[in-house]
């Protein structure tokens, strides 16, 4: 039986894969590289939202567990609650919808930690006097997530004056830069400017391996059919886009063998693909979490490919699905 996760189409996933793919190969020096990715697509993410005041500067340690509740969420957790005052404040998500995941990768006792290193970045940014404390790791210990923020001294402003809104209005391009595929745009770079072709290499392979696993979890739970035709396996690649911030997508009529869609949502990436000096391929190897599903429920007779992409400088992002290279359409 395959893996069951109750949150099949959530970016996430491919963060502790990444994590546990690259611990794996390169161990303190992946670790390192890894932390210092993290944090500084943080200080990125926050840098970006307070601008536009998505998030508050000078947060109070009850105002930032808020958000990180918002994040937990976002992030596809569930029982979450959030109490505290301005001086410290604990976020908790009771159910971790990812425990069969890290099992099956397996993921190390570090990957949390790692991954809350975005939180921390985010942290310096917003008040470089708040604290964080992972009191709970469900990797680590099997507790619930717990997060603790202490702000050291007195809150920078008192509360009558503070505004009352934490998160929001949070925009469809705001959240973008919650999207954990933040986070994993971040990891790839790492790997590539770390460890050159070899560094991408494992990613593929990653990412290849959780598509074997994840389209046997899809055929058993319903989610798609086998040997799935393109069409057929769209209708799941246009959820799963969703949940990557990409919602608002446009089919194309790319003929009976193909379902072809137009991302414009993708340009809320571009900014942060710049900042991180992305390579112009980056948006190819994620594609391969996608192809690796389609070797198990379409028989390896189809594809996900991105003929046009914008930070390959094409005007605009096209995601097609159709028969694979070498294969004739209709199999």
């Given at each position: 039986m395959a893996i069951r996760l109750p949150v099949w189409n959530n970016p996430y996933i491919g963060l502790p894969t990444l994590i546990a793919a690259?611990?794996?190969?390169?161990?303190?020096?992946?670790?390192?590289?890894?932390?210092?990715?993290?944090?500084?697509?943080?200080?990125?993410?926050?840098?970006?939202?307070?601008?536009?005041?998505?998030?508050?500067?000078?947060?109070?340690?009850?105002?930032?567990?808020?958000v990180c509740g918002h994040v937990l969420r976002n992030d596809g957790y569930s029982g979450i609650s959030v109490r505290g005052d301005a001086t410290t404040a604990w976020v908790e998500a009771t159910t971790d919808p990812y425990l069969e995941l890290y099992g099956f990768l397996p993921s190390p006792p570090m990957t949390d930690p790692i991954v809350w290193d975005w939180v921390v970045g985010m942290s310096s940014v917003v008040n470089p006097a708040l604290a964080m404390t992972a009191e709970s790791d469900p990797i680590a210990d099997g507790g619930p997530v717990r997060w603790r923020f202490d702000l050291a001294g007195a809150p920078v402003e008192s509360a009558d004056r503070r505004p009352p809104v934490v998160l929001g209005p949070v925009t469809p391009d705001q959240q973008a830069w919650l999207n954990p595929l933040v986070r994993t745009y971040a990891v790839l770079v790492a790997l590539i400017d770390g460890w050159g072709a070899e560094g991408e290499a494992l990613a593929i392979r990653a990412y290849r391996r959780l598509g074997h696993e994840m389209g046997v979890t899809f055929m058993e739970a319903g989610i798609a059919p086998a040997h799935a035709t393109a069409y057929q396996w769209g209708h799941v690649s246009d959820q799963i886009a969703d949940e990557n911030g990409l919602a608002g997508h446009e089919r194309l009529d790319d003929g009976p063998d193909r379902h072809t869609t137009v991302m414009p949502a993708c340009a809320r990436y571009a900014v942060l693909l710049r900042l991180l000096d992305a390579p112009a391929h980056i948006c190819d190897i994620p594609m391969n979490w996608d192809n690796g599903e389609m070797d198990v429920v379409a028989d390896a007779l189809i594809e996900l490919t991105v003929p046009s992409c914008t930070h390959r400088g094409a005007a605009r992002c096209v995601y097609s699905i159709g028969p694979r290279a070498g294969v004739a359409a209709g199999g």
């Open positions: 690259t611990l794996d190969a390169y161990g303190a020096a992946g670790e390192a590289a890894l932390r210092a990715c993290q944090l500084r697509v943080g200080r990125m993410s926050a840098s970006h939202l307070a601008s536009e005041g998505a998030v508050p500067l000078n947060a109070t340690a009850l105002e930032w567990a808020t």
